[in-house]
């Protein structure tokens, strides 16, 4: 997500990895080890029924920051 969102803002954006037991801290561990997993990377209806408007990639999100700002 960081490489996707620096290529299209220009500008660096990093990720930096938390070990479980800061993550532990604020309560989001268990979350983040499941994304790190692979086990969140699904797609749902909710974005369509929310905001009347098709999901769309990460990568074709960034591209509209470009655009916009």
Known sequence: MAAVLSEHTGRPIVHRSIAPAELTACGVASLDERIARGLEARTTPF???ITG???RS???FAATLT???
Do not use: F, G, K, T
């Open 47 to 49: 974005v369509e029924e």
């Open 53 to 55: 408007e098709r999901p």
């Open 58 to 60: 990460l990568n074709d």
């Open 67 to 69: 655009r916009s700002a």
